[in-house]
C-alpha cells in the first residue's frame, strides 16, 4: 500500500515545483499599460472634464482592471470577459456623454472592442409604435453598435408598465439576449437621473443584474462651472476681462437656482449668447471706433449682465425675446 503511494506523492511535488516556477514567470504591466495608450485617454479625460473626481477615479478602476486582464491572458491564465456594461446617472450636462467617449475608447485600445465608436439611442431609436416594429428598431441599433458602444439616454422611457400597449419591454428583452451573448465585443451604458434609474432598475431585475458598473456623476460646483467657462473659451480663442469673470461667477450663482440648470450644457449656452452680446456690441462700434484683436477676444461685463437671468429669467426659452437684451 505505502509503495503505491509513493509515486503519487513524487508527483505532486514534481506539479508543485512546475507551478512555482510557472507563477514566478514576469509580467510588465507597465509596458501593457504604455502599449495600450490608454494614459493618453485618461490625461485627456482631465483635459475636457472639470472636476468629476470620483467618476475618473471609476473610469481609472476600470482601466486598471481591463490591463490586468489582458496581462494574465498574455501568460496564459484562462479568464472571461469581465462585463463591462455600465450605469451613468446625473442631471444633464454633467459629462456622461463624454466619459462614455472615452471609456470606448480605452476598450477599443484594449483590444475588448473592434471600433471604438459610440452610438447614441433614446426610446425613439429603439421602441417600435406597433406589433412586429420594435424588435427589428433595436436589432438595427444594436448593429450600428457592435464593436463598440451603445449609449442609451433617459433609459428609462424604455419601460412604461402603465401603458399595457407599449413595446418597451421586447426592446429591453432583446438588449439582454445581445448584451449577455456579445459582452466581448458590445458595451451597453444606461443613462439618466439618478432616482428615475433606481426605479428602472428595480423594476428591471435581469437588467440590473447584467449592469455591474454604477457610476454617479454629481452636479458642478459653482467654482468648477466658472473654470468650465474659462475652458471653453480657451479653447474658442476668447477670454474674459477681469470685470466680465466676476460677472460670470454672478451669473453661474444665479442661473443655478433657476429652473431648467443643466451644468456644463447651461455654461456653454451662456457663453455662445455672450459672444452674441459681444459680436453685436462691437458691430455696433463701426465707423465710430478702431477694432484691435484684443477685443476680438475679450469679453466684457457689459455681455454678461445684459442676460436676462439677473433678471430671474431663464434666458433662451422664449424665441420671441431676443437674446441680445
Same mark, same amino acid.
Given at each position: 500500500?505505502?509503495?503505491?503511494?509513493?509515486?503519487?506523492?513524487?508527483?505532486?511535488?514534481?506539479?508543485?515545483?512546475?507551478?512555482?516556477?510557472?507563477?514566478?514567470?514576469?509580467?510588465?504591466?507597465?509596458?501593457?499599460?504604455?502599449?495600450?495608450?490608454?494614459?493618453?485617454?485618461? #490625461?485627456?479625460?482631465?483635459? #475636457?472634464?472639470?472636476?468629476?473626481?470620483?467618476?475618473?477615479?471609476?473610469?481609472?478602476?476600470?482601466? +486598471?482592471?481591463?490591463?490586468?486582464?489582458?496581462?494574465?491572458?498574455?501568460?496564459?491564465?484562462?479568464?472571461?470577459?469581465?462585463?463591462?456594461?455600465?450605469?451613468?446617472?446625473?442631471?444633464?450636462?454633467?459629462?456622461?456623454?463624454?466619459?462614455?467617449?472615452?471609456?470606448?475608447?480605452?476598450?477599443?485600445?484594449?483590444?475588448?472592442?473592434?471600433?471604438?465608436?459610440?452610438?447614441?439611442?433614446?426610446?425613439?431609436?429603439?421602441?417600435?409604435?406597433?406589433?412586429?416594429?420594435?424588435?427589428?428598431?433595436?436589432?438595427?441599433?444594436?448593429?450600428?453598435?457592435?464593436?463598440?458602444?451603445?449609449?442609451?439616454? #433617459?433609459?428609462?422611457?424604455?419601460?412604461?408598465?402603465?401603458?399595457?400597449?407599449?413595446?418597451? +419591454?421586447?426592446? =429591453?428583452? =432583446?438588449?439582454?439576449?445581445?448584451?449577455?451573448?456579445?459582452?466581448?465585443?458590445?458595451?451597453?451604458?444606461?443613462?439618466?437621473?439618478?432616482?428615475?434609474?433606481?426605479?428602472?432598475?428595480?423594476?428591471?431585475?435581469?437588467?440590473?443584474?447584467?449592469?455591474?458598473?454604477?457610476?454617479?456623476?454629481?452636479?458642478?460646483?459653482?467654482?468648477?462651472?466658472?473654470? =468650465?467657462?474659462?475652458? =471653453?473659451?480657451?479653447?474658442?480663442?476668447?477670454?474674459?476681462?477681469?470685470?466680465?469673470?466676476?460677472?460670470?461667477?454672478?451669473?453661474?450663482?444665479?442661473?443655478?437656482?433657476?429652473?431648467?440648470?443643466?451644468?456644463?450644457?447651461?455654461?456653454? @449656452?451662456?457663453?455662445?449668447?455672450?459672444?452674441?452680446?459681444?459680436? @453685436?456690441?462691437?458691430?455696433?462700434?463701426?465707423?465710430?471706433?478702431?477694432?484691435?484683436?484684443?477685443?476680438?477676444?475679450?469679453?466684457?461685463?457689459?455681455?454678461?449682465?445684459?442676460?436676462?437671468?439677473?433678471?430671474?429669467?431663464?434666458?433662451?426659452?422664449?424665441?420671441?425675446?431676443?437674446?441680445?437684451?
Amino acid at each position: 500500500m505505502a509503495s503505491s503511494e509513493q509515486p503519487l506523492q513524487a508527483n505532486t511535488s514534481s506539479n508543485t515545483s512546475s507551478n512555482e516556477s510557472t507563477d514566478d514567470t514576469p509580467v510588465n504591466l507597465e509596458a501593457a499599460y504604455e502599449g495600450a495608450q490608454v494614459q493618453q485617454v485618461l #490625461e485627456q479625460l482631465d483635459r #475636457e472634464l472639470i472636476g468629476l473626481r470620483p467618476v475618473k477615479t471609476r473610469i481609472r478602476e476600470i482601466a +486598471a482592471l481591463l490591463v490586468v486582464d489582458r496581462a494574465r491572458k498574455q501568460v496564459g491564465l484562462a479568464t472571461t470577459a469581465p462585463s463591462l456594461h455600465m450605469s451613468f446617472t446625473g442631471r444633464p450636462g454633467t459629462g456622461k456623454t463624454t466619459v462614455a467617449a472615452r471609456m470606448s475608447q480605452i476598450l477599443h485600445r484594449l483590444g475588448y472592442v473592434r471600433k471604438g465608436h459610440v452610438v447614441t439611442a433614446t426610446r425613439d431609436n429603439l421602441v417600435g409604435q406597433y406589433i412586429g416594429h420594435t424588435a427589428p428598431k433595436t436589432r438595427e441599433m444594436l448593429k450600428k453598435a457592435m464593436g463598440g458602444v451603445l449609449f442609451i439616454d #433617459e433609459a428609462y422611457y424604455l419601460y412604461r408598465p402603465e401603458n399595457e400597449r407599449d413595446y418597451g +419591454a421586447e426592446a =429591453i428583452e =432583446i438588449l439582454l439576449q445581445v448584451m449577455e451573448a456579445n459582452r466581448d465585443d458590445l458595451v451597453v451604458i444606461f443613462a439618466g437621473y439618478k432616482d428615475r434609474m433606481d426605479v428602472f432598475y428595480q423594476s428591471n431585475p435581469g437588467l440590473s443584474s447584467r449592469v455591474a458598473n454604477h457610476i454617479d456623476f454629481p452636479d458642478y460646483t459653482a467654482e468648477e462651472l466658472l473654470a =468650465i467657462a474659462k475652458l =471653453i473659451l480657451a479653447e474658442e480663442n476668447y477670454r474674459f476681462s477681469e470685470e466680465a469673470s466676476a460677472a460670470f461667477a454672478d451669473y453661474i450663482q444665479r442661473r443655478m437656482q433657476l429652473p431648467f440648470f443643466a451644468n456644463a450644457r447651461s455654461i456653454r @449656452n451662456a457663453i455662445d449668447r455672450a459672444r452674441m452680446r459681444q459680436a @453685436n456690441r462691437l458691430f455696433n462700434r463701426l465707423g465710430s471706433a478702431g477694432v484691435t484683436k484684443r477685443d476680438l477676444i475679450t469679453l466684457e461685463a457689459e455681455d454678461i449682465t445684459a442676460s436676462r437671468v439677473f433678471a430671474g429669467e431663464v434666458e433662451g426659452l422664449d424665441p420671441s425675446k431676443p437674446i441680445t437684451g
